[in-house]
């Protein structure tokens, strides 16, 4: 009696070699399925907005800016141009705010000076020099690449493309045959 089984020695031989055959056999269709839906995807293109892709293409396309992957989120050239993107522009906007924060308190110093505690004098020509002063010495916010609008149009590009390829990519995949010998 071998484990428990009422069975001869090499009919549980016969049995086992079988069952590891099956699981071989398994293993080999599985890798051939593999084989072809990977050839598959390297042939089969689908089109989005932004342009031609095969499906190998579009998964890799899709994965990189997900963050997945090999790269995980080092691949994501578009993300990381955004947040860089967005950190300089907000470092930038900071910057200029605190430089007219700290000239407007300058300012109000030299009003205070030239009026002194008299506040009744109406004579303006000396504030004058504080205005000009003021004119000449405010940061303005240079914004050659209109940032905000580039941003925007970076997240739609993204969101869309990342629906588009997910949706093609499903497609393709329920619609495509393959062969496997």
């Known amino acids: ?101 700290q000239l407007q308190s300058t300012a109000e110093g030299m009003r205070l000076s030239i009026l002194g505690k008299d506040t009744k004098t109406k004579d303006e020509k000396p504030l004058g020099v504080v205005d000009a002063y003021v004119k000449e010495n405010t940061t303005e916010l240079v914004d050659p690449l209109d940032v905000k609008k580039k941003l925007e149009m970076l997240e739609e590009k993204r969101s869309t493309l990342l629906t588009e390829l997910d949706t093609q990519i499903k497609v393709s995949n329920a619609t495509t045959f393959i062969e496997v010998a």
Do not use: H, P
């Open 1 to 101: 009696m071998l484990y428990a089984k009422r069975i001869g020695k090499e009919e549980y031989a016969r049995e086992a070699e079988s069952a590891y055959q099956q699981i071989i056999d398994l293993i080999d269709r599985f890798q051939k399925i593999d084989a072809a839906i990977v050839d598959s995807n390297a042939r089969t293109e689908i089109i989005t907005s932004y342009g031609t892709f095969t499906v190998a293409g579009a998964i890799s396309f899709r994965s990189r800016l997900r963050g997945l992957g090999a790269y995980e989120g080092e691949a994501d050239f578009e993300g990381k141009l955004q947040d860089k993107l967005k950190s300089e522009y907000n470092e930038r906007v900071r910057f200029c705010d605190l430089k007219n924060s």
